[in-house]
T-cell receptor, first 116, second 115 residues
Framework: QQQVKQSPQSLIVQKGGIPIINCAYENTAFDYFPWYQQFPGKGPALLIAIRPDVSEKKEGRFTISFNKSAKQFSLHIMDSQPGDSATYFCAASMSEGSSNTGKLIFGQGTTLQVKP | GAVVSQHPSRVICKSGTSVKIECRSLDFQATTMFWYRQFPKKSLMLMATSNEGSKATYEQGVEKDKFLINHASLTLSTLTVTSAHPEDSSFYIC???????????FGPGTRLTVL
C-alpha cells in the first residue's frame, strides 16, 4: 500500500513532443506528490509538486495532472527539448501535522530521451 | 533555491574500513534530513530519517549498526558506513527539509566504491 507505481520505464520523443509520465498510488493518506528530475551522477532536483486539493498545476513547461478518485497523477512536459533528457521520478508522502516532513516514497523512474 | 551539499562526492575505500559522508543544508536549517541509497538505473530507496538532536529512524531491512547516522546540528547530518564491504558500493543521497518553503531538497549524492 506504500508503493507508487510509475510508467513507462523509458520514453523516447522528438524535440517539441509532449512526453507524459504516469504514476499511481494506493494509500489515500498520501497528500503531497512531487516530481523530481535526475541527471546521471547527480541528486534529484524538484521540478513541480501538487497537493490533492487541485487537479492541475503548471510551472513553465511542466504540468501535473492529478486525479484523486483514480489515485493517479501524471507529468506532462510541453515543447520538450534535448536538455530535458533525464530520469524522472514521481513520489508521494504523507504530512505530519501541517508540513510535509513525511518520508518520500518514490516511483520506479522513467528515463526520457528527447531526440533533436 | 535551497542548497544541500554532500561531501565527499566520490570515495573509494578498502573493504573493512569505515567511511563518513556529510550532508549540509547551506542556506537553511533542517530539523529533518533523509538518507537514500540508489543503485544504477534504479529508484531511490529510503534508508533512514535523521532528526536533529534525536536518534535516527531506520527503514525495515537497514542495519542501524552498519549505517550510523548523526544529526548533531540543524545544518549537518552524517552517515557513516562502518566496516564497508563491496556490496555497500552505491550512490548515497541525502535530502533536507526546509520548514520555510515546506519542501525537501536533495544533495548531489556521494558515490561510494568499496574495493
Amino acid at each position: 500500500q506504500q508503493q507508487v507505481k510509475q510508467s513507462p520505464q523509458s520514453l523516447i520523443v522528438q524535440k517539441g513532443g509532449i512526453p507524459i509520465i504516469n504514476c499511481a498510488y494506493e494509500n489515500t493518506a498520501f497528500d503531497y506528490f512531487p516530481w523530481y528530475q535526475q541527471f546521471p551522477g547527480k541528486g534529484p532536483a524538484l521540478l513541480i509538486a501538487i497537493r490533492p486539493d487541485v487537479s492541475e498545476k503548471k510551472e513553465g513547461r511542466f504540468t501535473i495532472s492529478f486525479n484523486k478518485s483514480a489515485k493517479q497523477f501524471s507529468l506532462h512536459i510541453m515543447d520538450s527539448q534535448p536538455g530535458d533528457s533525464a530520469t524522472y521520478f514521481c513520489a508521494a508522502s504523507m504530512s505530519e501535522g501541517s508540513s510535509n516532513t513525511g518520508k518520500l516514497i518514490f516511483g520506479q523512474g522513467t528515463t526520457l530521451q528527447v531526440k533533436p | 533555491g535551497a542548497v544541500v551539499s554532500q561531501h565527499p562526492s566520490r570515495v573509494i575505500c578498502k573493504s573493512g574500513t569505515s567511511v563518513k559522508i556529510e550532508c549540509r543544508s547551506l542556506d537553511f536549517q533542517a530539523t529533518t534530513m533523509f538518507w537514500y541509497r540508489q543503485f544504477p538505473k534504479k529508484s531511490l530507496m529510503l534508508m533512514a530519517t535523521s532528526n536533529e538532536g534525536s536518534k535516527a529512524t531506520y527503514e525495515q531491512g537497514v542495519e542501524k549498526d552498519k549505517f550510523l547516522i548523526n544529526h548533531a546540528s540543524l545544518t549537518l547530518s552524517t552517515l557513516t558506513v562502518t566496516s564497508a564491504h563491496p556490496e555497500d558500493s552505491s550512490f548515497y543521497i541525502c535530502s533536507a527539509y526546509n520548514d520555510r518553503t515546506d519542501t525537501q531538497y536533495f544533495g548531489p549524492g556521494t558515490r561510494l566504491t568499496v574495493l
